[in-house]
């Protein structure tokens, strides 16, 4: 019995090693043959190695790569969208986010906001969930050793040293948790895109026949409002416009 799960163990052992080996190996001919120049295929391994195993901030920033490099301006900036959402303090994704969308031929001017939502956005932004996840768990760990501190029943000093270290960690393990929270929704519940087609006319109803109200252009982030009518969908400009367009005009985020 011993001998048989030995077996079944060391079995499982190499087709994990296996496994990492091949994505390992994936991942390696896909930046060769980027290197190679060959960009379009390239961009179809790195989204193969996606379906396989999943997103990764670092699979989508090379695949927007591809993309600038073959001057499809939309996708580049698709694909560095979702980079960055899942990675939001990468400078380098922002950085080349900020390139792509200087080439789009809409140059929007996003509406102000409240002082306190770009502070929090920024906050929200200054590390990934993983991150977060982890300052939390050492919060956490901080405010139990606080409140044992405290109950131990120690010095003065040392009380008074738990109970407001025990304070301040649970402040902090909360606003993590929270933060954690904030960017695991945006990830799960995707409710922005970018428009793929090179122009797209902006109805007042999901009708073709409607009146046209404007224009937009592919590179456009556009925010997705309600539940799709048909094949059609209303959105939110950046520019605090909004009207439907036809479902294929656009790609999730």
Known sequence: ??????????????????????????KAAADTLYAQGQYEVAAKAYADIIAEQGEAAALDYNIGNCYYKMDDIPHAILYYERALLLNPSDDDIRANLTLARSKAVDKVTPPSEMFFVTWWKSLTNA???????????????????????????????????????????GIVCLTANLLAYSQHRAITHRHTAIITTPAVTVQSSPDAASTSLFVIHEGSRVELLGEPSGDWYEVWFEEGKQGWVPTASFEII
Request: charge should be positive.
């Open 127 to 169: 590390m990934n969930i993983d991150q977060w996840k982890t300052v939390a768990a050492i919060a956490f760990s901080l405010m139990l050793i606080g409140l044992l501190c405290y109950l131990l029943r120690l010095s003065l000093v040392w009380r008074k040293a738990g109970f407001y270290g025990a304070v301040l960690a």
């Open 1 to 26: 019995m011993n001998n048989s799960r030995r077996y079944l163990y060391s079995l499982l052992a190499l087709l994990l090693m296996a496994t990492a080996k091949g994505a390992t190996t994936d």
